[in-house]
């Protein structure tokens, strides 16, 4: 009897010994668990607050930017307006009750005032100049002797955009002088020339600006 007796206390010691083992265990994986879960945590927020994360780009629409439009001399601009071989726009002023189409260039000055030069395109930054005919009749630029200073005319282009451009300065100078061509202006400035009514050799120079 006594020997069973020992043999279930020994049984009993080593299942003790088994269930606590087996607690270890299980108390030490769950630890490391719970360690791993704390670390990946706090890796993420670190992560999150570096400054130095890396930002990936987000892809864009594949729509190209605009390029932009290159840079023309005087030369450039004149010719590209000579090629266009149409009517480049309306001129029309108020005061001499005068609208007119303007050609692209002298080839049909009997008609129409006609596009001469410019310095950075039509309505554009820069000087252009008009030049036309003193029919003395009335037509044309046959009026241009009325204008002064605070007058107005508009110019529409070719392509729909309108300017008016306040007239302020006049005077009368030879056919040789073009000094007008290289004054300083960041705004549009037209020019509209003609000859007087006693000189075919000087010009009557109306030199308008847009604001």
Known sequence: MKNNIKYILIILFFIIIAIAIC????????KKEYVANEVQQNVAVEETTDENVLVVPVEGTGEKEPEPEP????AAWTNEIYNLNMEI?????????LTTPIFCKQS????????????????????????????????LFSNNKKLEEGDEFTFKDYEGKELKYTIYSKYITKDTDTSFLSIETDKPVMVLSCCTDANNDDRIIVMGRAE
Do not use: W
């Open 23 to 30: 607690l270890v265990v299980y108390f030490n994986l769950n």
């Open 71 to 74: 840079e023309k001399d005087a």
């Open 89 to 97: 726009g309306t001129l029309t002023i108020p005061k001499t009750n």
């Open 108 to 139: 049909k000055m009997e008609e129409m005032p006609c596009f001469l030069y410019t310095t950075g395109g039509l309505n554009r930054k820069g000087v252009t100049l008009i030049t036309g005919h003193n029919k003395r009749n009335g037509k």
